[in-house]
T-cell receptor
């Protein structure tokens, strides 16, 4: 158990809908990262927050957004969902260079 | 541009034997590398890391070797066990202060009993 928690574990929704994925980092970790893992793309970095502020951005679509709250938990919002957004979404947290991953949320868009 | 690639997508090893998983990277500015293990249905699990000022680091049953001359990284697992069956990813961090990791595509390791 990495100490990073994610909810929900599974999410099934329809195209055009909006969903919110939640992540609680390990106690004491200030950085939160979001990754998308699909079969044909591997693990793709989406975005990083550090102590409430956006720190780095990767291949995140404009339809996606994230935020980190004062208690350091983070949410990833996915809107106008498309079939191709179906994937595993992982959150990771860190205090130093190594990142610790949560169990992921499996999103299925029908 | 940045890319991290793996030489072999699958690897089968007899239980008890040693395994070596390889990874190539292209960004010579990368200063930090990590190996992760991902079991089915779970998130990536940190195994071992190495900084660019080192060429070898050992953990419990695992060793990471870094060859900066040819931009090559390897993970050696000694005395493999059935629980070692998983997908292994290498990842690199390209610039100090930017914690973004770039992941390779993964190698599936299967331990044959």
């Amino acid at each position: 158990d990495s100490g990073v928690t994610q909810t929900p574990k599974h999410l099934i929704t329809a195209t055009g809908q909006r969903v919110t994925l939640r992540c609680s980092p390990r106690s004491g970790d200030l950085s939160v990262y979001w990754y998308q893992q699909s079969l044909d793309q591997g693990l793709q970095f989406l975005i990083q927050y550090y102590n409430g502020e956006e720190r780095a951005k990767g291949n995140i679509l404009e339809r996606f957004s994230a935020q980190q709250f004062p208690d350091l938990h983070s949410e990833l919002n996915l809107s106008s969902l498309e079939l191709g957004d179906s994937a595993l979404y992982f959150c990771a947290s860190s205090l130093g260079p190594e990142q610790f991953f949560g169990p992921g949320t499996r999103l299925t868009v029908l | 541009g940045e890319s991290v690639g793996l030489h072999l997508p699958t690897l089968s090893v007899q239980e008890g034997d040693n395994s070596i998983i390889n990874c190539a990277y292209s960004n010579s500015a990368s200063d930090y590398f990590i190996w992760y293990k991902q079991e089915s249905g779970k998130g990536p699990q940190f195994i071992i890391d190495i900084r660019s000022n080192m060429d070898k680091r050992q953990g419990q049953r695992v060793t990471v070797l870094l060859n900066k001359t040819v931009k090559h990284l390897s993970l050696q697992i000694a005395a493999t066990q059935p629980g070692d069956s998983a997908v292994y990813f290498c990842a690199e961090r390209s610039n100090f202060g930017n914690e973004k990791l770039t992941f390779g595509t993964g190698t599936r390791l299967t331990i044959i009993p």
